[in-house]
Nanobody, 120 residues
């Protein structure tokens, strides 16, 4: 079991910045991927940015504006969001994928979500 706790959401004006954090605890040794997703009202949850191995990937809509990073020693994932737009408004969820080496199955874990609102 892995527990994920997000922080850093809030209200920001267009063009502003926020940094989200996601602290992991529990069976973190099995984590093989981490990422940030978001869900706006009436829309499906979508991948914003992810890290797996040495690779990072971003949604086209956030490339050049958002940066995903991690502090392995602190088991913490970050999402630096710059040049925020009203369309970035959503609940942002932290995700991790844990691999069971015995069964080779992978399991998803989710944080509780943090609201990001971009509005003037």
């Amino acid at each position: 079991q892995v527990q994920l706790v997000e922080s850093g959401g809030g209200l920001v004006q267009p063009g502003g910045s926020l940094r989200l954090s996601c602290a992991a605890s529990g069976s973190v040794f099995g984590i093989v991927a981490r990422g940030w997703y978001r869900q706006a009202p009436g829309k499906q949850r979508e991948l914003v940015a992810g890290i797996r191995g040495g690779s990072r990937n971003y949604a086209d809509s956030v490339k050049g504006r958002f940066t995903i990073s991690r502090d392995i020693a602190k088991n913490t994932l970050y999402l630096q969001m710059n040049s925020l737009k009203p369309e970035d408004t959503a609940v942002y969820y932290c995700n991790c994928v844990v691999r069971d080496d015995a069964t080779r199955r992978e399991y998803d874990y989710w944080g509780q979500g943090t609201q990001v609102t971009v509005s003037s």
